[in-house]
Structures are given as C-alpha cells and as structure tokens.
C-alpha cells in the first residue's frame, strides 16, 4: 500500500513524499540515501503517514500536501496526533 508522509528535518524543515515502504524510505533518508532535499538535514523523523488506495493516488496527495503553507501542513500533523492519542486513526502514522 503507498503512503504519503511528512518527515521533521534536523533543522526544523519538513519534507514530503510517497512511498510503498514507509520504514525502509524513513531508513533512507536518514542514511542519505532519500531525497537531496533530506541529506544535509539529517537525522530526520516521522511525524505524519496517510495510507492511499493506489500510487497515482498517493502522487496526487503528495502534491496537495507540498502545496499547503507550513502552517497547514503543521495542523494536518497536529490533527493526526490528536487522532492518535484520542484512540482513533490506528495506523496513520
């Protein structure tokens, strides 16, 4: 299943991307093997994952969420949490 996620950079930044492997992608970019966006900001860490049906799905929710202001994508993570944290969303992140 493709995911899109939201990874924290060392620096405070965050990064977008889609994956079918969150865990092996999240390995990657903190081996500088991820994005170049990521490498000279590591260590990164999970902060947001959505599951999508399919990879044309995840691609297009990748670039909505790249288009959001920081301070959208910053409530989206918040709104995750509080999903977690209150029981529902199992899995989401």
């Known amino acids: ?10 620096d405070g930044t965050l990064y977008t991307g889609w994956t079918v492997d969150v865990e092996q992608r999240l390995a990657a970019h903190n081996d500088g093997r991820g994005a170049r966006y990521t490498r000279g900001r590591r260590p990164v860490r999970l902060v947001y994952c959505e599951q999508q049906p399919d990879r044309n799905s995840a691609r297009r929710r990748e670039a909505a969420v790249r288009r959001l202001s920081r ?20 899995g989401e992140r």
């Open 1 to 10: 299943m493709p995911f899109v996620y939201i990874v924290e950079c060392a």
């Open 71 to 90: 301070a959208a994508r910053l409530r989206l993570i918040a709104a995750c949490q509080v999903r977690i944290e209150g029981g529902e969303g199992k």
